[in-house]
């Protein structure tokens, strides 16, 4: 099984985003579960939603306390919020931010380059959507890094619940973010292999 957990604020699509995941998981024929987890229910206050994606039928309810992947689709949480509690050391992580690791206080984590990847999504959702909702957009960079459910499952996931021009934009924003983070991924592993040859 693998577990997810999704930190953000409220009217980010915290919520949305681990639907969508779920989603994404059914339509490739697997077993999954998406629920919130609310405290105030403000717009602006942290919000924590969790997905399991699972082979066989996932008979577990409570809240995902030590995920393989972490989804943190606001920076600002970072140092508020312990996100990366109970994190599996073998766990991934994807940061909403146009910061590296380093840049983000977060230097300890810099060298699991190959699982923890930032990613401009707010940006991307911008470029592709006009507006600031990084949820579907981060979807697309978790295809990219975990390779748990793929591309096309999270753009026909996006395309049953979004319609017109929010579909179009969320999928071209998830296929942007897709291809950002492997490239990132790439770029990393060039740097590993020369590092190594000299």
């Excluded at 229910?41 to 399991?52: D, H, I, K, L, S």
């Excluded at 006009?130 to 957009?137: D, F, I, T």
């Excluded at 793929?150 to 071209?172: Q, R």
């Amino acid at each position: 099984m693998f577990q997810v957990r999704i930190h953000g604020r409220g009217g980010q699509g915290v919520v949305t985003a681990a639907e969508l995941l779920a989603q994404a998981a059914f339509s490739e024929g697997r077993h999954a579960q998406a629920f919130p987890s609310f405290g105030s229910e403000r717009t602006g206050a942290p919000v924590v939603a969790f997905c399991r994606i699972a082979d066989e039928a996932i008979r577990v309810r409570e809240p995902v306390m030590a995920p393989d992947a972490l989804i943190v689709q606001d920076e600002t949480l970072l140092h508020g919020v312990d996100v990366f509690n109970g994190l599996l050391p073998t766990g991934y992580v994807l940061i909403n931010s146009t910061r590296t690791f380093t840049e983000l206080g977060l230097g300890q984590f810099a060298s699991a380059t190959n699982r923890f990847v930032t990613v401009p999504a707010t940006e991307l959702a911008l470029e592709h959507l006009g507006r600031p909702v990084p949820n579907a957009v981060l979807l697309g960079a978790f295809a990219a890094l975990t390779q748990v459910v793929s591309l096309a499952s999270v753009v026909d996931a996006i395309g049953a619940k979004f319609k017109g021009k929010l579909a179009e934009g969320n999928s071209a924003a998830a296929t942007a973010a897709y291809v950002f983070v492997q490239s990132q991924l790439g770029d990393q592993s060039k740097e590993s292999s020369d590092a190594q040859a000299g």
